[in-house]
């Protein structure tokens, strides 16, 4: 299949302190998987048994690639889902939030539900530094819509 398997998992041997922990031929195998140019799921199935075994440098490379230069939709989907369980890594974090603005809405929403933010807090990441000061302005504009006092008694 064009897709690949998933075959991180085979080589998981348990878990501790909440992590995957994994044989100790694993590494070699995801870093065999990443060079796989026909199985897209399978580089990114390494890719995330690499990051969570701390070797993350080409995984990142892999995933930033799937992110920027796949056309399909579904596929930049997967490497989004797939970095779920990493998102408290704070490079996996960040290509997280570059998928909060991804050309595809359902895949920019599902970064976002991982991230668990809101479309407007991740615009305001996003928006240029002259942002605030609009948003200021905005702010001085509805302040007078508020109802003005009436004249004081006696006046």
Known sequence: SEQGVALRRAFQ???????PQYDKNAAKFFKSALKNEQQVYARLD??????????????????????TKEERYHIRM?????????????????????????????VARRARQILGVSPS???KKEAPAAAPAKKKAEKKAEK???????PEPGE
């Open 13 to 19: 041997t348990g878990y501790k302190d909440g992590k």
């Open 78 to 106: 997967a490497a989004v889902n797939y970095m779920s369980p990493l998102k408290r890594n704070e490079k996996v974090k960040t290509l997280l939030e570059t998928a909060t603005s991804d050309k595809d809405e359902r």
């Open 121 to 123: 807090e991740t615009q």
């Open 46 to 67: 390494a890719a995330v048994g690499l990051i969570e075994i701390g070797q993350d440098k080409e995984a990142l490379k892999v995933i930033t690639s799937v992110l």
């Open 144 to 150: 007078p819509a508020a109802p003005k006092p009436g």
